[in-house]
């Protein structure tokens, strides 16, 4: 659900009807986090980062992805990640960074088309039926509004007969495409369902990538970065020349955020804070704004805080531990 196209969020080992006896939360699954899950008999191990990213052709041990899902196999223990999709919300990675840098007023940076329209043709006899089955799965779903969708009456022939029948159109989210499909098929009257589904432009505004905020009070540059290297645990903070403004406007991003640096630059931001950016990109900055790349595994490490906090307010019958092992690879002399 709203992960994007490259990425391989989800169920990467285990069976999903396995009963969770402990669950382990981290940012990396590696070999260390297996045993420290092993150690707490967690069998689930919760990570941001996928652990397979793209398709293994053989399981020898030769690297350190091939031999975490060895051992993850072996001990029956299921590995599970949230991506991309949890970067894609307005509770998820870049709203617990804004929580951290005690930004007020966010909203998303750059907003995503997510809706879809379907259109249907019925006998006008059982168009309340699939509206309503639709419905069901909140279908018709639109911004505030709900159980929203347009039906034309015409004349349409059906074995070479004529008589009454329907166009329904609703829109969805895309992230219940499934469910939508299924509920069509459950109330159409045959099995051979006639549907298009097309994409709506229109932007939803808690789903995209990053976020922007707004400080309490403006702070000047180098004080809101050395606030910055302080409350990230930064090793280092990389950043463009300052200058000599005030911060008032502060656009994020967790993990490699450099695509969203125009967006951040026309919504009025007077820094950035992602991470990954190369040293070319650093030129983009073109006195505009300040670039302040942190460090990848810094700008996502409290998303194991946000993982304990949507599971302890859903769930209360296994143990949730947050990782003791730092997974960063990356260290600083």
Avoid: W
């Amino acid at each position: 659900m709203y992960q994007e196209s490259y990425d391989n969020a989800g169920l990467i080992t285990g069976n999903s009807q396995s009963k969770i006896t402990g669950v382990l939360l981290c940012l990396d699954s590696t070999e260390a986090v297996l045993d420290e899950a092993i150690k707490k008999k967690c069998n689930l191990v919760i990570a941001h980062h996928p652990i397979v990213f793209r398709g293994l052709k053989r399981f020898t041990g030769r690297n350190y992805v091939e031999r975490v899902i060895i051992k993850a196999i072996k001990n029956d223990i299921a590995i599970y990640a949230a991506h991309t999709n949890l970067d894609n919300v307005h509770n998820g990675v870049n709203a617990k960074i804004c929580e951290k840098l005690g930004l007020k007023d966010t909203r998303i940076l750059s907003p995503k088309p997510t809706l879809k329209k379907l259109q249907t043709y019925a006998p006008v006899q059982v168009v309340e039926a699939i509206r309503a089955s639709i419905f069901n799965v909140d279908g018709g779903t639109y911004s505030q509004f709900e159980n929203m969708s347009f039906t034309t009456l015409g004349v349409g022939t059906i074995n070479g007969q004529s008589g009454a029948q329907s166009k329904i159109e609703l829109v969805f989210d895309e992230a219940n495409e499934r469910q939508i499909l299924q509920a069509l098929h459950d109330a159409y009257p045959s099995e051979d369902v006639p549907y298009d589904i097309l994409k709506v432009e229109n932007k939803q505004a808690n789903i995209g990538s990053g976020m922007i905020g707004t400080l309490p009070r403006a702070e000047t540059e180098a004080a809101f970065l050395k606030k910055l290297k302080n409350t990230m645990k930064a090793g280092c903070v990389r950043h463009t020349a300052l200058l000599k403004k005030s911060v008032k406007t502060v656009a994020v991003c967790g993990g490699s955020g450099g695509f969203l640096l125009p967006q951040a630059i026309r919504q009025g931001a007077d820094i950035f804070v992602t991470a990954d950016y190369k040293y070319h990109d650093f030129f983009d900055a073109d006195g505009r704004i300040v670039i302040a790349d942190i460090g990848h595994y810094e700008s996502e490490q409290f998303t194991i805080e946000l993982f304990n906090e949507f599971l302890t307010q859903k769930f209360n019958t296994f143990a949730v531990y947050l990782t003791k092992v730092n997974t960063n690879p990356v260290n600083y002399l």
